[in-house]
Structure formats: C-alpha cells, structure tokens
C-alpha cells in the first residue's frame, strides 16, 4: 500500500507539460507561459519544505552550528509570505490579461485592474509580440504591490479588483480570508515568542532543544522524535516544567 506522502509526490510527477505538444495554441499565453502553468503541480512537493528545513537543521547541529529558533520561526514565516505573495499577484495578473485577450478591440468589455492601470494595450493579439522588460517589470511590481497589501490586510486601495470583474472580485475575497488567517498565524507565532521571554519558558526551551538536538543526532525516525517532543510539551503546558 502507497504511503500518503508517496501519492502526494507521485502527483507531482505526472508530466501534465506534455498536453502542450497536442495543442497548436493556448491564447492568450505564450506555449513557454502555458507550459509553466502545466507545471504547477510540481508545487505540490512544498508540502516537504518543512521536512527539508528539519533535515537542514540536523546536519547544521551535528556540525556544532545551531540556529536561533526564533530566527527559524520568522525565516519560515517570511518565505510563507513571499511565496503566496508571489504566486497570488501572478494569479491576479493573469484574470486581467485573460479579460483583456478575450475581448481585444472591445474596450467597454476589457473590464479588468491591468486595463484600469494603464498596464495593458487594448488592441492584443495572440501570440503577438514579446513585451519589453520593462513593462513586464511595472506589471509584476503592481502585481507584487496588490498581493502583499491585500495578504497582510493592509488594503491601500491604490489597485483594486475592477468592481464589473466577477473573477477578480471573488480572487481578491479569497486572498482576503487566507491574508486573515496568516495574520492570526503571525499572531500565534509572536506570542510563542514573546513567551519565550519568562525564564521558565525560556528554561524550557533550552531542555526541548537540547532533547531535539539529541534525538537528531542519534538518528531517531521523525515519527518517534515527533512524539517525544509532544510529550514535554505536554507536560509543559499541565505542569510548566518538566520535574
């Protein structure tokens, strides 16, 4: 029987790519853009980022090098941000550049942000000729600009969804929910620092990690280092402290 996280990878691999050798074109997107999309269940396999991150962690400690905790903690929560920044503004851009191929000629229906923005011409063609760098870098920062104001729930108000778009109004509620709830996971983690301050906390930080840094370096499975970890946090939270 296939372990779940064997399916998970197998999934990864199918090469869904190869679709774009059977089909001539894939307006509005370039064959080299539509073959990227194709390849977005590759990113299926950040699942194991965080197994990787432990795996790093390992072999700085068996190599005398540890890393802060708290570091680790605001590096894993930076690299969650920068991520779904980046894959959400694509996502966003590319409802705006569908909207304005589909109804090219046609500026009463071009109802999308990039079209408000200035950041599209209203007469496209499919494939059509290659941007230049330096409108595909005003669209990615504008992109880029909506994302992360929406994800942290900033919401400026400089770019928003054009109120005639259905996709782009129920895109950007979506990202609003997921920003709400990465804000309360930013939440959570401040707290576990700012516990970290009170020096039996603090003390009891320093058991847990040498407890990791022992199981790991004798090579104990993930499974068994998972639950002897669980057990003193338990303890911790009935008991604060381990006797």
Known sequence: KLSKKLKWHILSAVPIEIAITFQPSFCPFWKLQAWSSLRLNRFIRVTDLS??????????????????????????????????????????????????????????????????????????????????????????????????????????????????SIPEVIFTSIILVIGTLIYTYVITLLEGIVSQLDVTSTLHQVNVNRITQYVRMQGIPDVLETRVLTYYDTLWRKNKGVK
């Open 51 to 164: 197994l990787y991150i432990n795996k790093i962690e390992s072999s700085l400690l068996m190599r005398g090098i540890k890393v802060p905790k708290n570091s680790l903690t605001v590096g894993k929560l930076f690299t969650l941000i920068v991520i779904c920044a980046h894959l959400f503004g694509c996502i966003f851009f590319i409802l705006a550049n569908y909207n304005q191929h589909v109804h090219s000629g046609n500026p009463s229906l071009q109802l999308n942000w990039a079209n408000t923005e200035g950041l599209l011409e209203t007469h496209v063609q499919c494939p059509g000729v290659p941007a230049d760098i330096e409108s595909i870098i005003r669209r990615y920062i504008a992109s880029i600009f909506w994302s992360v104001a929406t994800l942290t729930t900033v919401g400026y108000g400089d770019i928003t969804p054009h109120n005639d």
